[in-house]
Structures are given as C-alpha cells and as structure tokens.
C-alpha cells in the first residue's frame, strides 16, 4: 500500500512517565517526542511507537467505547520485532524489568521468539528467523 506513508502504533497507559522510561530502556534510545499526553518513538523509516495515557485517550472515546483502565493489565495487543541479536533483546527485556512470559524457543512458523509484558500488559516480541 504505496498511499501509507508511515505508520504509528500508540499504546493506551496508565502511566506515561513510566512507560516512556520502560521504553527508552528496552529501545535503548530516548523518545523522539516526550509531551503531556504523547510520547514517540522512531523505531523505523516508516514506523513509530506512541504512548498515550489512558485519561487522555479516554477523552477522545467519550462514552462510544468502554475506558481503557478497564484493559489494564489484560494483552490488548502484541508488538513483534524481528531483531539480529535475540539473546541480547532477551536480557535488555529481563534487566530492564519486561515481565517474562515465554522464554526464547522455536516456533512452528519459522521464527526463534520470546515474549514478555510491558506494564500494562501489552505483549512483546523478538523474533529471529530460523
């Protein structure tokens, strides 16, 4: 889809501070973007990583969608990175305080994957091919 220009997956928070400097440890870079109510990482030419708080968020859904508070700490979504080095994601996650889920194993499509939860929950990735 050549008219996509760039895409940004944003987070729903409940603590943007907190999760701003999760991020920043398991990136292993600073936001490129840190305001009230938004922060944005680069992670790609053509992808970012936001993080909005749910009180924020909450403004925007009015009463058309239930508050996200009431998602906290269930897997709303998973972030899947494919990376060249997955031991070394994998203890970047473990010393950076990413809640273990599944160690590095082999995958029946493909991938060598381990995953771990963000603070509210979200699911991350790393993934190296086979």
Request: some cysteine; aromatic content about 18%.
């Given at each position: 889809m050549k008219?996509?220009?760039?895409?940004?997956?944003?987070?729903?928070?409940s603590n943007q501070q907190k999760s701003t400097?999760?991020?920043?440890?398991?990136?292993?870079?600073?936001?490129?973007?840190?305001?009230?109510?938004?922060?944005?990482?680069?992670?790609?030419?053509?992808?970012?990583?936001?993080l909005m708080p749910n009180s924020s968020i909450s403004k925007i859904l009015a009463d058309k969608l239930p508050h996200p508070e009431l998602g906290n700490g269930i897997p709303?979504?998973?972030?899947?990175?494919?990376v060249e080095n997955i031991e070394l994601e994998f203890r970047n996650a473990i010393e950076n305080g990413a809640k273990l889920i599944s160690s590095i194993e082999n995958r029946d499509w493909g991938d060598k994957v381990c995953?771990?939860?963000?603070?509210d929950g979200h699911v991350i990735a790393f993934a190296q091919k086979i």
């Open positions: 008219h996509i220009k760039l895409i940004e997956t944003i987070l729903y928070v400097e999760f991020y920043q440890r398991i990136f292993r870079k600073n936001a490129d973007l840190n305001v009230p109510g938004m922060t944005e990482f680069v992670i790609a030419e053509n992808f970012m990583i936001g709303r979504c998973e972030l899947y990175f494919h995953y771990f939860a963000d603070l």
